[in-house]
């Protein structure tokens, strides 16, 4: 009550309008700053500006400039360029505490599942401690030992080192904490994510297709793209993609390949390595196997850069927005990608927990969804991409 009295104060002191309208003014702006601080389901939860409007359901430019005034006021704070996070503690009891640690939100697609998850957890009046691996083993120990001293009752951990995973691992097992392992397996953990060899496959199948399409099945060299802190689980997309490429055209497995480390599949490794690789000489027709669609566009800038746009056919892996925006350009060389629909990740991971701490049987590992996007079809799959901003 006395945070929205000074918010009330604060709005009547800056409005320079008659009397009789200032009280009925103000009380708008109450509501709406209250509106904005209930978007926030825990402390630990970071929001963009979208998404606050979204949950407040105030229009983007109303939402930013209360935003600002909460930030100033110390109601919220910033975080990063676009995000806020609330210095007010829920005043809403919950049922469960989840920790929930992102691999990192310089990838699109740990972003969709993150937004995703927060939307999910607040729907069912779940807390979520949400922390960042930041792609580091360090910081993923550190947010381990976090959740642990938080007393958080599961973790969904989303952490690509597999250097790592038997500490972390060993720290949640020691408290007989539950965790769910998004897209790496880590032991003890149940595995949530993509079945990669099988994904792989499909898209290897299409990339042989494409070139037997365009090349008349000519293609002289093979790039594969890894991310190797993954180990071979997550690498195990190229070697799907391999083999379905040599199941269409058993030819394939005489070319020449070269395999490249993307740092985890980052973009700005990837087109450093990919400019490098090109500086060494004028590749003709090479299929490039990516890790993820940030490989994959990392790649095909690097050959625009050069050129060589046309010497190259790319598949990626997760069909996020950009993948998808690309495939929609004429001629483009993404071939295709293979979606895992990120957005769907929230409310799976949810249920899936809420079946754990609810001692329900639940298997060792939980497969989404997988389909093959191609530039002729991606209007089909995703037909409302044109609503996003």
Known sequence: MEVLIGIFGLAVGILSV????????????VSRAAAILKAFSSIAEVLELRTIAERSNLNKSSAFRILETLV????????????????????????FRLGYASQSNLLPFT???????????????????VLSNKFSPQIALRNADRFVAEKVDLVIDSQINLSVADQIASKFSRVDLPFIAVDIPHPGAIYFGADNYRAGKMAGRNLARWNIAHWNGGAKRILFLEAEV????????????????????????????????TKGGQFEATLNIVRRHLRRGLFKKVLVCSVNDTTALA??????????????AIAGKDASF??????????????????????????????????????????????????LVTPENVNTIYPNDSWEN
């Open 18 to 29: 008659p009397i009789d309208h200032e009280v009925l003014i103000a009380t708008g702006t």
């Open 72 to 95: 100033e006021s110390g109601l919220l704070e910033r975080v990063g360029k676009r995000g806020y996070r609330s210095q007010m503690q829920s005043i809403c009891t919950k049922r």
């Open 111 to 129: 972003s969709i599942v993150t937004e995703g998850l927060i939307r999910a957890a607040s729907a069912v009046n779940i807390e979520l401690l």
């Open 230 to 261: 993954a180990g071979p689980v997550l690498n195990s997309r190229l070697t799907g993609m391999f083999d379905g490429m040599c199941e269409v055209l058993p030819q394939i497995k005489k070319l020449p390949i070269d395999r490249f480390d």
């Open 299 to 312: 790649t095909l800038q690097a050959f625009r850069e050069f050129g060589m746009e046309d010497e190259c």
């Open 322 to 371: 950009e993948a998808r925006k690309e495939m929609r350009r004429s001629g483009s060389r993404l071939v295709c990608s293979t979606a895992y629909f990120p957005e769907n990740y929230g409310n799976r991971l949810v249920e899936l927990a809420l079946n754990v701490l609810n001692r329900k049987s639940v298997t060792s590992a939980v497969f989404t969804e997988h389909q």
